[in-house]
């Protein structure tokens, strides 16, 4: 394992954490701070500052970040994957649904 690469666990409920710098698939990372394992494997490239899965979730289970609910899945989410907009929808932004996945801008609005 690459000691460099870390990913973040908030709360030791959450199933998400997010990687302090970009993961590879297959590249190993340690969590760090409040951790249930010590090192989580990426099965899909996951860009620096995003979540990564620390568990399976299936298909409308809450997405749990800072201990708290912050959205649910939208498919199943296999662990090791990224969980971004593409395959969750946020419990406080309706709007993020009509986000592009990589940038956050908005694909609903026309801008001239």
């Known amino acids: 394992m690459d000691s460099k690469k870390r990913v973040f666990q908030v709360a030791y409920e959450d199933n998400v954490a997010t990687a302090l710098s970009e993961l590879l698939t297959g590249e ?41 609910p912050i959205g649910a899945a939208t498919e ?5 994957s990224w969980v971004h907009l593409h395959v969750m929808k946020s419990l406080y932004d309706e709007r993020s649904s009509h986000l592009d996945v990589k940038t956050g801008a908005p694909m609903d609005t026309r801008y001239e």
Do not use: F, M, W
């Open 28 to 68: 190993r990372a340690a969590l760090i701070g409040d951790h249930q394992e010590e090192d989580i494997e990426a099965v899909t490239d996951i860009p620096a500052g995003h979540k990564i899965a620390l568990s399976d979730i299936p298909s409308g289970t809450r997405i749990i970040k800072y201990g708290v």
């Open 76 to 80: 199943d989410i296999s662990k090791g």
